[in-house]
């Protein structure tokens, strides 16, 4: 293989190469007002290949389907603008970060029954698309919700996931959402039968549906006065697998696969963890040949294990530590893994002393952080936020929205009503991913100071080996000029673009003399042309 270097300097070389001639010296008119604290040396290597990326993705709970129904239209385009778009506007600025993977929350029927949900949050009801038990189904129902899957499809989002948080009410043991173990043992094949008609509806509808995830987080209780949620142990987690590859089998389905089993933290996955052995160890259990309820061998099984990154993703060593022993444990097993939801609903994070004293920006470095581990140490080939719009309520900031929407009665006021969005640090964080690492893109290796966890990245090559993306993170507060070599690669460089995303910056490209310039507290993307 051809072997080019190529290096990307700080601002002065750059405002030197592109602003000189062969006959005379570029000398700038004012002094560039950047301060250069250190300077790091970095190669990236494309010829070390490592796990390819299957999408980045957001999911619509739980405020999606009132604001899809009753907000206005500009509104509910400006949203769709921000999470599915990958064009630029006139200043060249993104108009969004194009999330290729878009999770549709399949409801349950918790919404029709009221206050006798046990449920207290009417927001968190869901309608459901099955009316009652006798095999009737209404497809007009979660109609805000179904306006944005179409604005994802418009928009060119390639995959989208069905998960649900409960069987309907219908099939449940106590006729509700949540406080339940497990299924009646008639009701699996109802629930699989239920999940299939509605995969089938979507198809039909021209949506990929790439896959079906039946369970979320089965190894809490989920009690009244929260929200909708199955407790399921290992075994009922096999019976809800084997049911619904049964009923994707019969409706012919064969390019629609399974998620499973969205644990709640990775520890589950390769220990007992905190709930009991009937919840943990899943990866032996589940799929490990020989395991007690092993469901490898289905057919709609892609060989993948499907999980959250909550809880274990306060510091560097716990994000570390426990992505290795999950990945370890997969790779054995030949498993891929996705990573389907992370918020911070946490406390104790290592960077800051408390939520009140964090900045927006500090808050979506702690995503960085978690994205960076998810991605590299544990070689997850997707990663998916939960949510992507909610209110701002309880001085949460943005712990727990991509886009921030306030009702027209404000941040406690009916999100019913219509009223206002913004995008949060967190969208433009996680579009230096999602907007430019996009399906197909392969990992590749980054030579960066080891066990680093003020500056970090990751590199990703595109199929056809003409563009590079290269994503770094300064959790610093200096300014450090980044001087990359590239290894690897066929051809040469044809050209490079840097987009930050800061304090000052919300995912734009940076002016040409501040190319190659890591600004304090940001996390950078460099997208490299090949030719």
Same mark, same amino acid.
């Given at each position: 293989?051809?072997?080019?270097?190529?290096?990307?300097?700080?601002?002065?070389?750059?405002?030197?190469?592109?602003?000189?001639?062969?006959?005379?010296?570029?000398?700038?008119?004012?002094?560039?007002?950047?301060?250069?604290?250190?300077?790091?040396?970095?190669?990236?290597?494309?010829?070390?290949?490592?796990?390819?990326?299957?999408?980045?993705?957001?999911?619509?709970?739980?405020?999606?389907?009132?604001?899809?129904?009753?907000?206005?239209?500009?509104?509910?385009?400006?949203?769709?603008?921000?999470?599915?778009?990958?064009?630029?506007?006139?200043?060249?600025?993104?108009?969004?970060?194009?999330?290729?993977?878009?999770?549709?929350?399949?409801?349950?029927?918790?919404?029709?029954?009221?206050?006798?949900?046990?449920?207290?949050?009417?927001?968190?009801?869901?309608?459901?698309?099955?009316?009652?038990?006798?095999?009737?189904?209404?497809?007009?129902?979660?109609?805000?919700?179904?306006?944005?899957?179409?604005?994802?499809?418009?928009?060119?989002?390639?995959?989208?996931?069905?998960?649900?948080?409960?069987?309907?009410?219908?099939?449940?043991?106590?006729?509700?959402?949540?406080?339940?173990?497990?299924?009646?043992?008639?009701?699996?094949?109802?629930?699989?039968?239920?999940?299939?008609?509605?995969?089938?509806?979507?198809?039909?509808?021209?949506?990929?549906?790439? &896959?079906?995830?039946?369970?979320?987080?089965?190894?809490?209780?989920?009690?009244?006065?929260?929200?909708?949620?199955?407790?399921?142990?290992?075994?009922?987690?096999?019976?809800?697998?084997?049911?619904?590859?049964?009923?994707?089998?019969?409706?012919?389905?064969?390019?629609?696969?399974?998620?499973?089993?969205?644990?709640?933290?990775?520890?589950?996955?390769?220990?007992?963890?905190?709930?009991?052995?009937?919840?943990?160890?899943?990866?032996?259990?589940?799929?490990?040949?020989?395991?007690?309820?092993?469901?490898?061998?289905?057919?709609?099984?892609?060989?993948?294990?499907?999980?959250?990154?909550? &809880?274990?993703?306060?510091?560097?060593?716990?994000?570390?530590?426990?992505?290795?022993?999950?990945?370890?444990?997969?790779?054995?097993?030949?498993?891929?893994?996705?990573?389907?939801?992370?918020?911070?609903?946490?406390?104790?994070?290592?960077?800051?002393?408390?939520?009140?004293?964090?900045?927006?920006?500090?808050?979506?470095?702690?995503?960085?952080?978690?994205?960076?581990?998810?991605?590299?140490?544990?070689?997850?080939?997707?990663?998916?936020?939960?949510?992507?719009?909610?209110?701002?309520?309880?001085?949460?900031?943005?712990?727990?929205?991509?886009?921030?929407?306030?009702?027209?009665?404000?941040?406690?006021?009916?999100?019913?009503?219509?009223?206002?969005?913004?995008?949060?640090?967190?969208?433009?964080?996680?579009?230096?991913?999602?907007?430019?690492?996009?399906?197909?893109?392969?990992?590749?290796?980054?030579?960066?100071?080891?066990?680093?966890?003020?500056?970090?990245?990751?590199? &990703?090559?595109?199929?056809?080996?003409?563009?590079?993306?290269?994503?770094?993170?300064?959790?610093?507060?200096?300014?450090?000029?980044?001087?990359?070599?590239?290894?690897?690669?066929?051809?040469?460089?044809?050209?490079?673009?840097?987009?930050?995303?800061?304090?000052?910056?919300?995912?734009?490209?940076?002016?040409?003399?501040?190319?190659?310039?890591?600004?304090?507290?940001?996390?950078?993307?460099?997208?490299?042309?090949?030719?």
């Amino acid at each position: 293989m051809k072997r080019n270097r190529y290096f990307l300097f700080g601002f002065s070389c750059l405002a030197a190469l592109s602003s000189c001639s062969d006959d005379e010296t570029f000398v700038p008119a004012y002094e560039p007002p950047v301060e250069i604290d250190s300077t790091l040396t970095v190669t990236v290597n494309a010829a070390e290949l490592y796990q390819t990326i299957d999408g980045f993705g957001a999911s619509d709970a739980w405020m999606m389907d009132p604001i899809g129904k009753h907000w206005s239209e500009d509104n509910r385009e400006g949203i769709a603008k921000l999470l599915f778009s990958r064009e630029r506007d006139n200043l060249n600025n993104p108009e969004g970060i194009g999330l290729s993977m878009w999770r549709f929350n399949v409801g349950t029927g918790s919404y029709d029954q009221g206050d006798d949900s046990d449920i207290s949050e009417a927001v968190k009801r869901t309608e459901c698309f099955l009316s009652g038990d006798g095999g009737v189904y209404n497809w007009t129902k979660q109609s805000g919700q179904q306006y944005f899957m179409e604005k994802a499809k418009e928009y060119g989002c390639e995959q989208f996931v069905l998960f649900s948080n409960s069987a309907p009410v219908y099939f449940t043991g106590n006729g509700r959402a949540n406080n339940n173990t497990d299924l009646p043992e008639e009701s699996y094949k109802k629930f699989g039968d239920f999940l299939a008609t509605v995969a089938e509806h979507f198809q039909g509808q021209g949506y990929n549906i790439s &896959y079906i995830s039946p369970i979320n987080e089965p190894e809490y209780e989920w009690g009244a006065g929260g929200q909708e949620g199955c407790r399921f142990t290992n075994a009922g987690v096999q019976k809800v697998a084997v049911a619904l590859d049964g009923s994707l089998t019969e409706k012919g389905l064969s390019n629609t696969m399974m998620l499973m089993p969205e644990g709640a933290k990775w520890d589950y996955f390769y220990s007992t963890g905190d709930r009991g052995a009937a919840y943990g160890n899943k990866i032996d259990e589940l799929f490990t040949p020989g395991g007690k309820y092993y469901i490898g061998d289905l057919s709609h099984f892609p060989d993948i294990i499907c999980g959250h990154s909550y &809880y274990l993703d306060k510091t560097w060593n716990v994000l570390e530590n426990t992505r290795m022993q999950v990945y370890n444990k997969a790779v054995a097993q030949g498993l891929r893994i996705y990573q389907s939801e992370w918020s911070m609903l946490d406390e104790g994070y290592e960077d800051y002393p408390n939520y009140d004293e964090a900045t927006y920006m500090d808050l979506a470095l702690s995503m960085a952080k978690v994205l960076h581990h998810d991605l590299v140490t544990a070689s997850m080939s997707s990663w998916c936020y939960w949510t992507a719009v909610s209110t701002e309520v309880y001085s949460q900031k943005n712990r727990f929205y991509l886009v921030r929407v306030i009702p027209g009665g404000g941040d406690y006021g009916d999100i019913n009503e219509d009223g206002s969005f913004s995008a949060g640090k967190t969208l433009w964080v996680l579009g230096n991913y999602s907007l430019f690492v996009r399906p197909g893109y392969q990992r590749v290796g980054v030579n960066l100071p080891k066990d680093s966890k003020e500056v970090f990245g990751s590199a &990703y090559i595109s199929p056809e080996k003409d563009r590079l993306v290269v994503v770094y993170t300064n959790m610093t507060e200096k300014n450090i000029q980044i001087e990359t070599s590239l290894e690897g690669i066929e051809g040469a460089v044809d050209s490079v673009e840097q987009l930050v995303t800061s304090e000052s910056y919300d995912l734009e490209p940076i002016e040409h003399y501040r190319e190659g310039l890591l600004p304090a507290k940001s996390v950078s993307t460099f997208v490299y042309l090949l030719k």
